[in-house]
């Protein structure tokens, strides 16, 4: 049973960038699937923002593209969101997720963690 | 604005039988992309309810079903139950660019 556990500031400066790493335990995000983020503002819906393959392959919501890098760390099996610039518009809670190779369907969610873009 | 329309609330008594509709267009539902649904309870992370259209993960009750016809999805919930009071997301993709996936705006389901 894959787990995904969510950590960085809750917290952040407008103009600034958000910066979220996501611990996978239980899985590899080196072997299969692809792995990524959805956001979700408070009190409003999902948004889907960037994954990456289990190859390295990446791909973006295009609304947030210029903006966002997604990566990962092999070693420690850890995955991680940077979206600069951020706006009041990207206070959310941002979910870590994993998405089936087959069908891209987000079988796995981390808790989420909540960030503020707020001065 | 959402690119899958979903309805912003439905609600139901208990033991009714409600339906949520997910309505895309050509460049996603309609172009057969495959259609997922997702319940979001009260301060919680989503979790998966059904897969590829029609499916059920393990531990699903079978209360709960999928439909897909043209540019539109469904999501069915029968036997209403207090628990099943939740929000409801699809998901799917979208063609105009590779890769791209969309979720719906969310429906409320209050039971009565």
């Known amino acids: 049973q894959v787990q995904l556990q969510e950590s960085g500031p809750g917290l952040v400066k407008p103009s600034g960038t958000l910066s979220l790493n996501c611990t996978v335990s239980?899985?590899?995000?080196?072997?299969?699937?692809?792995w990524g983020w959805v956001r979700q503002p408070p009190g409003k819906g999902l948004e889907w923002v960037a994954e990456?393959?289990?190859?390295?392959?990446?791909k973006y919501n295009p609304s947030l593209k210029s903006r966002v890098t997604i990566s990962r760390d092999k070693s420690n099996n850890l995955l991680s969101l940077k979206l600069s610039s951020v706006t009041a518009a990207d206070t959310a809670i941002y979910y870590c997720?994993?998405?089936?190779?087959?069908?891209?369907?987000?079988?796995?969610w981390g808790p989420g963690t909540l960030v503020t873009v707020s001065s | 604005q959402s690119v899958l329309t979903q309805p912003p609330s439905v609600s139901g008594a208990p033991g009714q039988r409600v339906t949520i509709s997910c309505t895309g267009s050509?460049?996603?539902?309609?172009?057969?992309?495959?259609v997922h649904w997702y319940q979001q309870l009260p301060g919680r992370a989503p979790k998966l309810l059904i897969y590829?259209?029609?499916n059920r993960p393990s531990g699903v009750p079978d209360r709960f079903s999928g439909s897909k016809s043209g540019t539109s999805a469904s999501l069915a919930i029968a036997g209403l139950q207090a628990e099943d009071e939740a929000d409801y997301y699809c998901q799917s993709y979208d063609n105009r660019l590779p890769g791209y996936v969309v979720f719906g705006g969310g429906t409320k389901l209050t039971v009565l």
């Open positions: 990456i393959y289990h190859s390295g392959g990446t």
């Open positions: 997720a994993r998405h089936k190779d087959y069908g891209d369907y987000v079988d796995s």
């Open positions: 050509s460049s996603n539902v309609g172009a057969g992309f495959d």
């Open positions: 590829i259209n029609n």
């Open positions: 239980g899985g590899s995000i080196s072997r299969s699937d692809w």
